[in-house]
């Protein structure tokens, strides 16, 4: 079993910036490839970025490009995650998730991973 955990969400103005951040701790050894979503209520959830577990390849979906940018955390912290989140506008107010999975069949696909955080509020107030 795989927990993930994530935080750094929470209310500011468009314009602001916010940095989110997620820790996957499961088997020993073990470096996950992690993936932030997002969901509004009554939408369906959408991919915002993700990163390799081998290479640490990062991909972004056409919506995060440019503004959001994802990390990972040094050789002590493999498993730990940062979405850095610039000019921020209303219309990313959502709850945002972490997930993480050793090999997810498509990076962008919400059902490649097995593992998920509980999410965190992000509200942007214009």
């Known amino acids: 079993q795989v927990h993930v955990v994530e935080s750094g969400g929470g209310l500011v103005q468009a314009g602001d910036s916010l940095r989110l951040s997620c820790t996957a701790t499961g088997r020993a050894g073990s470096i996950y490839a992690m993936a932030w979503f997002r969901q509004v209520p009554g939408k369906e959830f959408e991919f915002l970025a993700q990163i390799s577990e081998i290479g640490g390849r990062i991909r972004y979906a056409n919506s995060a490009k440019g503004r959001f940018t994802m990390s990972r955390g040094n050789a002590n912290a493999r498993n730990t995650v940062h979405l850095q989140m610039n000019l921020l506008k209303p219309e990313d107010t959502a709850v945002y998730y972490c997930?993480?999975?050793?090999?997810?069949?498509?990076?962008?696909?919400?059902?490649?991973?097995?593992?998920w955080g509980q999410g965190t509020q992000v509200t942007v107030s214009s």
């Open positions: 997930a993480a999975d050793e090999r997810p069949y498509h990076y962008y696909d919400r059902n490649s991973y097995d593992f």
